[in-house]
T-cell receptor, first 111, second 113 residues
Framework: KQEVTQIPAALSVPEGENLVLNCSFTDSAIYNLQWFRQDPGKGLTSLLLIQSSQREQTSGRLNASLDKSSGRSTLYIAASQPGDSATYLCAFPSGTYKYIFGTGTRLKVLA | KAGVTQTPRYLIKTRGQQVTLSCSPISGHRSVSWYQQTPGQGLQFLFEYFSETQRNKGNFPGRFSGRQFSNSRSEMNVSTLELGDSALYLC????????????FGQGTRLTVV
């Protein structure tokens, strides 16, 4: 059974810091991996999608990497801002048309 | 391009009632899946539909049901509501399901009193 763990569970940092959020999974047979952000009480916003053949993807201040052999993905946030405060989730499709989600990292960026 | 639209955004229902939630996927997307999110359980998969066919169903009681229409819009229904059904219900759409990128709606917040 696939297990997906995100570390840390919560993080509080001052504005301007560079951050690394981690996502670990036990089964390396994944098709792709998505990073989402969720604001309180809201839906999930897709941030980045990494295909299984790719090693990383970048969008603005965000960079996500994928290492299937070690069962790990990282989300790097450069120059964090208070608006980045949210819960960040990694997820990937299983072979049965459903997404498997990580446990989430709750981020707070202090002004 | 319009995103995933869920209606209504908020609902308050009484125990024992039933409720229907709606999800309109992104144009061209034929896969719609539903998730329940609660603080204690995280995101739990309910079911997935593709071209009006349910391809997978999560571990929920039969009170939870869904369907998909020919225009890919989907509804989920919960009958005989219980207090524990209070949650944020999220809908996701993708082109074909499986390994294609998923996009989520803003969710419907259901409160059962």
């Amino acid at each position: 059974k696939q297990e997906v763990t995100q570390i840390p569970a919560a993080l509080s940092v001052p504005e301007g810091e560079n951050l690394v959020l981690n996502c670990s999974f036990t089964d390396s047979a994944i098709y792709n991996l998505q990073w989402f952000r969720q604001d309180p009480g809201k839906g999930l916003t897709s941030l980045l999608l990494i295909q299984s053949s790719q090693r990383e993807q970048t969008s603005g201040r965000l960079n996500a990497s994928l290492d299937k052999s070690s069962g790990r993905s990282t989300l790097y946030i450069a120059a964090s801002q208070p608006g980045d405060s949210a819960t960040y989730l990694c997820a990937f499709p299983s072979g049965t048309y459903k997404y498997i989600f990580g446990t989430g990292t709750r981020l707070k960026v202090l002004a | 391009k319009a995103g995933v639209t869920q209606t209504p955004r908020y609902l308050i229902k009484t125990r024992g009632q039933q409720v229907t939630l709606s999800c309109s996927p992104i144009s061209g997307h034929r896969s719609v899946s539903w998730y329940q999110q609660t603080p204690g359980q995280g995101l739990q998969f309910l079911f997935e539909y593709f071209s009006e066919t349910q391809r997978n169903k999560g571990n929920f009681p039969g009170r939870f049901s869904g369907r998909q229409f020919s225009n890919s819009r989907s509804e989920m229904n919960v009958s005989t509501l219980e207090l524990g059904d209070s949650a944020l219900y999220l809908c996701a759409s993708s082109e074909t399901g499986g390994a294609t990128e998923a996009f989520f709606g803003q969710g419907t917040r259901l409160t059962v009193v």
